[in-house]
């Protein structure tokens, strides 16, 4: 129970005198200036004229940050929902850091997706008015955008002055909400892919199994990353226990992901030499293998595991670098996951067939407005969650 | 059955590779100029025999009306559907962009049509149908390679062929059951 009574107004908004969080905000509306630019320029010059995306590969760079937001925004509701639905206290005492940065992070994915999307608005509309069940986008709609409300709903909870017991009870059902919807929406972004009829490497369990994996991962790894930013490379030890078992998730997470690797990868080269076998040599020896043996094994694979494993997970400061490997690496392997699926052509690379391959595989590079949107969706989410570090409270007392 | 469902029968052996179909098609569809904007295509497909005696096949092709349709499926707003004659049509007004269908089609038959802001594709002319004229390629084709009929009047001409020939489709092992039927001589 929290015993700030009299400091209702003051627990809210409260400066925190540490520096930490200024460059941050800094880089952040850096960023938004830059996609700012960029969306300009898409409302202007069109989806087209702007973006690298092509008739053969027709989603890139935007889908691939938008899982990376949205599966780590989900990820993080897991870790919340752990402190707040099942009690476990080590997670709950960041919990305001948690809910905070899932809902920020959300947002930052919506700026992917509004931008990437021909006529959002025109989404809304004939989602209601005429939506197609059988189609996963509808569900991914409708998932993500409960989530948004729920976590908004904790938004409200945890800094709500003078929590009652009853708020817990409500947090609570709230938190086991988030974990619960969260993982459908991440399980059905993988069907998203899943559905496609033309896009063999998606095809089965495997996908929606491993983003709701490695996004619990994200969420360990980012939770990590942010506290030792905030608490300049020196975490209080109250919140050793806490950043232990984060690492520990982010280990489990970590070999899960290697276990689910191998499995994919054997099995999709053993369907030789179907699509999926084609889009499996682009990540080992094709166009997307420095991504990933580099990114996706190396940064955020094997690097990271060893670091926890060598330290216990037990040094703070070493799960911080553990963390941001991690994040960098995933980027890589979010964006792997997207385009590898669609590099098979569907018919041959021959005169008149309009496509073109090279090594027969047809080729996407994104383009500077791509990039651009990239930088706006990590401004709105630097900018966001660093103001409320430097504006709110986000200390989680002890009310357990 | 008074119901109509309409195929189009190629015989590709016809196919001198002079692409007045796709000229055609640009044309009366108001196809854009622009790189990957193109409803129908005509490939060269690789020579085969042994120098001198080569020879090389030709086949044209477009969006395959899917009885089995992948792209409808995914289709988040319904703005992909199939008419009541299999012809599936995008209703440009409820297309999002959201570009599903275009990763769904296994015949990379649809793009970004600019100037509607909506995905595009081979709609066998379906404007065109009602008056009781055929789809433009089939039209303009001075060989006749393409015919088109109604697969449900046991007398029409593609009922004809499809009885009296051998044919296959295009990946069939996607399980779309295209309407779009390629003899074999
Ligand atoms: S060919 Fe492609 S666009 Fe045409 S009906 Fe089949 S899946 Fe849809
Ligand atoms: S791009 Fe348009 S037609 Fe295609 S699935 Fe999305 S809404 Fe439907």
């Known amino acids: ?400 | 059955m008074n119901e109509k469902r309409y195929a189009i029968v190629l015989d590709t052996k016809k196919c001198l590779n002079c692409k007045a179909c796709t000229v055609a098609c640009r044309v009366e569809n108001e196809v854009p100029h622009e790189d990957g904007a193109y409803r129908i295509w005509v490939t060269a497909l690789e020579l085969q025999g042994k120098f001198p005696d080569l020879h090389q096949d030709f086949e044209p092709s477009q969006c395959q009306h899917c009885q089995n349709t992948p792209c409808e499926s995914v289709c988040p707003t319904h703005a992909t559907y199939k008419t009541p004659e299999g012809v599936v049509l995008v209703d440009y007004d409820k297309c999002i962009l959201c570009k599903a269908c275009m990763t769904a089609c296994p015949y990379d038959a649809r793009f970004v049509h600019e100037h509607h802001k909506a995905i595009d594709k081979c709609t066998m002319c379906y404007h065109r149908l009602a008056e009781g004229r055929e789809p433009a390629c089939v039209e303009t084709c001075p060989t006749k390679v393409r015919v088109f009929g109604d697969l449900n009047d046991p007398n029409s001409q593609v009922s004809k062929l499809l009885d009296t020939n051998r044919y296959y489709r295009l990946k069939e092992d996607r399980n779309t059951n295209p309407r779009l039927y390629y003899i074999i001589k």
């Open chain 1, 1 to 400: 129970m929290a015993t700030h009574v009299e400091k209702t107004g003051s627990s809210l908004i409260q400066i925190n005198p540490s520096k930490a969080p200024i460059p941050f905000i800094i880089l952040g509306l850096i960023l938004l200036a830059i996609g700012g630019y960029a969306t300009l320029q898409v409302l202007f010059k069109g989806h087209e004229a702007v973006y690298g995306v092509t008739r053969e590969v027709p989603w890139g760079l935007l889908i691939s940050t938008y899982a990376y937001f949205v599966i780590t925004s989900t990820g993080l509701a897991f870790i919340g929902g752990l402190g707040h639905a099942f009690g476990f206290e080590k997670y709950s005492k960041v919990s305001k850091r948690i809910v905070v940065m899932a809902f920020v992070i959300l947002l930052a994915g919506f700026t992917q997706i509004g931008m990437e999307i021909g006529h959002p608005i025109r989404l809304m509309i004939y989602m209601i008015l005429s939506p197609n069940l059988s189609a996963p986008i509808v569900w991914m709609g409708v998932f993500y955008g409960i989530e948004l409300v729920i976590l908004a709903i904790e938004l409200y909870l945890v800094f709500k002055p003078n929590q009652t017991a009853k708020d817990h009870e409500t947090a609570k059902v709230v938190g086991f909400f988030a974990l619960l919807v969260g993982v459908f929406a991440t399980s059905n972004l993988g069907y998203v892919f899943g559905s496609l009829n033309a896009r063999p490497f998606y095809h089965g369990i495997y996908f929606s199994t491993f983003l709701v994996i490695s996004g619990i991962t994200a969420g360990a790894a980012l939770l990590m990353v942010i506290h030792n930013i905030i608490y300049g490379w020196n975490i209080p030890e109250k919140l050793n226990s806490t950043m232990n078992a984060l690492g520990k998730i982010m280990g489990m997470g970590i070999a899960l992901m290697a276990f689910l690797y191998l499995w994919k990868i054997l099995s999709s080269i053993y369907t030789q030499p179907g699509d999926a076998y084609l889009s499996a040599m682009a990540l080992i020896k094709g166009p997307l293998s420095k991504n990933f043996w580099i990114g996706e094994l190396g940064l955020a694979v094997i690097i990271p595991f060893l670091i926890i494993v060598f330290t216990k997970a037990k040094n703070t400061k070493a799960l911080g670098v553990a963390g941001i490997i991690f994040m960098i690496g995933l980027f890589f392997t979010r964006y792997d996951f997207v385009v590898a699926g669609q590099l098979p052509p569907m018919r041959k690379a021959l005169e008149g067939s309009g496509v073109e391959a090279v090594n027969g595989l047809v080729q996407y590079s994104p383009s500077a407005g791509e990039w651009m949107i990239f930088a706006l969706g990590w401004g709105l989410f630097l900018f966001l969650y660093f103001m409320a570090e430097k504006f709110l409270n986000l200390e989680t007392d002890e009310h357990h």
